[in-house]
């Protein structure tokens, strides 16, 4: 299991460091933009409330503290969608490929005739994925505290780990989905673009839901909803309930998925 | 003990009965071939084998055990080529063979199949042809010397030399005390290096026999010539079946018994000629997929 765990690892590990460089270049962009914004942050706050509040609901914007603090600044810039975007795309990445994209290319029988059980094989790949994203999370979100220093600005480290767990087991929840799709499925798109929609969908709803009063139950269907990034950056919180949540989806759809694995037929073309 | 016992192996995919009621058993130091045209059910049957697809119905044990229950453990006596040899791209051969030694240990065939084979390690498998990707894939299943080698069209892709070459290495593994069952269309192959044959068609067993059983299947062909009229309605009445006619004379397949035929030839006065030969093993294997 530890062979193929380090393959698996290995094997996206020039992913982990494009995905890594990309979102650090952003950090330290939006560090960097920071002290100006925080000069000019009175003239900003006069254009913000000028802004509709439904707008500034939708993308979790706190007038104050987007201008007043670094972690609120990298609230409504970076962790409201860049962050996630990135995050999601190399979760649906890595998942899709983990048992699908073998299946798809063939290589599944090289693995299967090998005396490890497929239970094994599900696992390795699982938390081989897992320390990918572990290690996405935490190198990106950390990568604040040497462009602050930088930059003279003042940050405060727990809150980045507040924000790290909270985008951790919102990544898990998004792992576990795709990760049980492909375990089903045979070709590498399908995962990918099951997940991709109903996260798709998902954002749609809580982004709906800010907007109608009448709508705003709709959230409550959405992992957006309870990847409450401003509580965790800005006030160094986390619902209980967020963390309850994706764990709950996490287990399940890890267990499902590899049963479904362990039981299907598994035929290349 | 069977290496291999299988025992009304079914395997449906929806209506498409790709394998259907199929029993069988191949003995220790046997090489048994897996005969049949595509669709035949081979790579069905091998697949649930080797536990990559389950059983719709029926038992299959390998050294004894529940292939399905053990398959990690039968594994490590196991070694298996896909018909497709998919491997990874983007490593080269000798990374594969490092993959698997982690995974099942140290290979002391490896340097020996690397050199016989004319296979260059270093290459990776994006650059490798057809053929090559095939050594690589033997390499593999060769490597940890396992007791049961299960190959799916093991020479597609190889010249000549290779083929031979391989053809040799099974015959020494089952030299050694080792089975091998392998699945191939070329019946020349099978013919060459086989004990023993299954023939399949449409997912069943036609016939399992070995080779020279096969080949001592009594089917004739006969060539008669005459002068003057050809009576082709008489000898066509009583099951012999016309192959071709030419001037002077016609072709008869006959199965079974040729006495019959043979005295009612004789009684012509105008038979001119007799010629009989024995049908070929690929006649005999074509009269199963009629």
Redesign the interface.
Do not use: C, M, N
């Given at each position: 299991m530890l062979?193929?765990f380090t393959?698996t690892i290995r094997?996206s590990l020039i992913s982990l460091v494009i995905y890594t460089i990309i979102s650090v270049a952003f950090v330290w962009m939006y560090v960097a933009l920071f002290p100006s914004i925080f000069k000019e942050r009175e003239k900003l706050k006069e254009a913000f409330e000028a802004y509709p509040e439904g707008l500034l609901q939708a993308f979790a914007i706190e007038i104050d503290t987007f201008v007043g603090s670094l972690e609120g600044f990298m609230a409504g810039e970076y962790f409201s969608f860049l962050w996630p975007i990135i995050l999601i795309i190399m979760v649906i990445t890595f998942a899709s490929a983990a048992i699908a994209g073998e299946i798809d290319?063939?290589?599944i029988?090289?693995l299967?005739?090998?005396?490890?059980?497929?239970l094994?094989i599900f696992l390795a790949k699982y938390f081989s994925g897992l320390s990918i994203i572990t290690a996405f999370v935490f190198l990106s979100n950390f990568s604040v505290v040497p462009f602050a220093t930088l930059h003279n600005v003042d940050y405060r480290i727990q809150n980045y780990l507040a924000v790290s767990i909270i985008g951790f087991l919102f990544a898990f929840a998004i792992f576990s989905i795709c990760m049980m799709i492909s375990s089903f499925s045979s070709t590498r798109g399908r995962p990918a673009a099951i997940t991709g929609g109903m996260l798709i969908i998902m954002y749609g709803l809580n982004l709906f839901s800010s907007f109608q009063e009448s709508l705003s139950s709709l959230k409550y269907a959405s992992f957006f909803h309870y990847y409450d990034f401003n509580s965790a950056v800005v006030h160094n919180q986390i619902d209980i309930l967020n963390i309850a949540l994706f764990l709950v989806v996490g287990i399940v759809t890890t267990i499902i998925g590899a049963i479904i694995f362990i039981?299907r037929?598994?035929?290349?073309? | 003990m069977a290496v291999i016992s299988v025992q009304n192996l079914k395997k449906h995919f929806g209506k498409t009965k790709a394998v259907d009621g199929i029993s069988f058993e191949v003995e220790k130091g046997e090489i048994v071939g897996f005969l049949g045209p595509n669709g035949a059910g081979k790579t069905t049957a091998i697949r649930c084998l080797m536990d990559f697809i389950r059983p719709s119905e029926g038992k299959i044990e390998i050294f004894g055990l529940d292939a399905r229950k053990n398959s990690a453990i039968l594994k490590k006596d196991i070694g298996h080529l896909s018909s497709e040899s998919t491997l990874y791209s983007s490593w080269t051969g000798q990374e594969h063979i490092n993959f698997l030694e982690k995974i099942r240990g140290v290979s002391q065939l490896d340097e020996e199949l690397i050199q016989n084979l004319k296979f260059d390690a270093h290459k990776k498998v994006s650059a490798l042809s057809t053929g090559n990707r095939r050594k690589l894939g033997i390499i593999l299943a060769l490597m940890h010397q396992p007791k049961l080698l299960i190959l799916d069209e093991p020479t597609v892709g190889l010249d000549p030399l290779l083929q031979n070459y391989i053809y040799e290495i099974l015959k020494a593994q089952v030299a050694k005390g080792n089975t091998v069952l392998m699945s191939s269309h070329n019946l020349a192959e099978v013919e060459k290096i086989c004990d023993r044959a299954i023939v399949l068609k449409e997912g069943k067993i036609v016939t399992v026999e070995t080779m020279s059983d096969l080949r001592a299947k009594k089917i004739y062909t006969i060539y008669a010539y005459f002068e003057g009229n050809v009576p082709k309605k008489e000898l066509t009445a009583d099951g012999a079946e016309l192959i071709k006619e030419f001037s002077g004379g016609l072709a008869l397949k006959v199965k079974g018994d040729i006495k019959p035929l043979i005295s009612k030839l004789v009684d012509y006065k105008n038979l001119k000629d007799l010629e009989i030969t024995h049908a070929s093993l690929e006649e005999v294997f074509m009269e199963f997929y009629k």
């Open positions: 062979t193929l393959k094997k290319k063939g290589t029988e090289l299967l005739a090998q005396p490890i059980s497929r094994k039981k037929d598994i035929a290349t073309i | -």
